[in-house]
């Protein structure tokens, strides 16, 4: 008796696309397909409801290198599909049914669908991360703030004004590192059709070194996009002395520039 399954679904495009079909899916038992209903089209794959369906998928999302292993798979099916093609992504663990329920989503949205392709339409996503070492920072602050802290342990008033100084210090240099994300926002946004500030990343989960003071995700139309290149680097070198670094990565998945398919379960 064949297993039961699901239908995971990828990304949504037009109809008429060159989507890429045959990929490995999330379920390795399972390649991608293509379904079309009503002027658009989608990736999906089958998927064992053994392994996710609602009771396994809730435990399964706990097990990291479960997590990290379909999470791989699902960016790289989207990554073929977007060499190719606009393309709505949808996000890790949307899964249906069936697949009368995954095209049902295409009628009840499909209003919101072709918006969403409107807007992508020849642009790309693009992330800057800008990170800066603390100690340049602290320097420029402490070249900056007023005063000089007392030199030597002396008195307890002295080591109150050293303490008071390292303060001003600190505060000074939040303030740098503020001002320095915006100024490198601002002059991005000038070059993109949109923007999207995230949170900063974990450190420990994503390996980068210093303070990240800025996650940005930038819409830029495909004919702006080595003029994005070259902003990145003149505002890198502004802020060298800041020990600042702009890291540029894209064309990526659109995620920050659509919403997630309200019919859609994970």
């Known amino acids: 008796m064949p297993d039961e399954v699901a239908v995971w ?24 397909e293509r379904l079309e209903r009503g002027g658009l089209a989608a990736l999906v794959s089958r998927v064992a409801l053994d392994e996710f369906g609602e009771e396994p998928l809730r435990r399964n999302l706990n097990d990291l290198r479960w997590l990290e292993r379909v999470a791989r798979a699902h960016e790289a099916v989207l990554e073929r599909a977007l060499e190719q093609a606009t393309i709505v992504p949808v996000r890790l663990c949307t899964i249906f049914a069936d697949e009368d329920a995954a095209l049902r989503l295409f009628e009840e949205e499909r209003a919101a669908f072709e918006e969403a392709l409107d807007a992508l339409a020849g642009r790309g996503e693009w992330s800057v991360k800008l990170l800066v070492d603390r100690s340049a920072l602290e320097a420029a602050a402490a070249a900056d703030a007023p005063g000089r802290p007392p030199d030597g342990t002396g008195s307890g008033a002295a080591y109150m004004l050293r303490r008071r100084h390292e303060r001003e210090v600190h505060e000074l240099a939040d303030q740098i590192a503020r001002a320095l994300a915006e100024d490198v926002h601002a002059h991005l946004r000038e070059a993109a059709s949109d923007a999207v500030v995230n949170p900063p990343q974990n450190r420990e989960l994503s390996g980068h ?9 930038y819409l830029v139309e495909s004919a702006a996009v080595d003029r994005l290149g070259e902003l990145v680097s003149e505002l890198e070198d502004r802020h060298r002395a800041l020990g ?12 920050n520039f659509v919403q997630r398919p309200r019919a859609a379960r994970a």
């Open 9 to 32: 679904l990828y990304c949504v495009a037009r109809h008429g696309e060159a989507l890429p079909e045959g990929l490995p899916g999330v379920d390795p038992q399972h390649a991608v």
């Open 244 to 255: 600042a670094r702009l890291e540029l990565t894209g064309p990526l998945p659109p995620y």
């Open 209 to 217: 070194e210093g303070d990240m003071l800025l996650n940005g995700a």
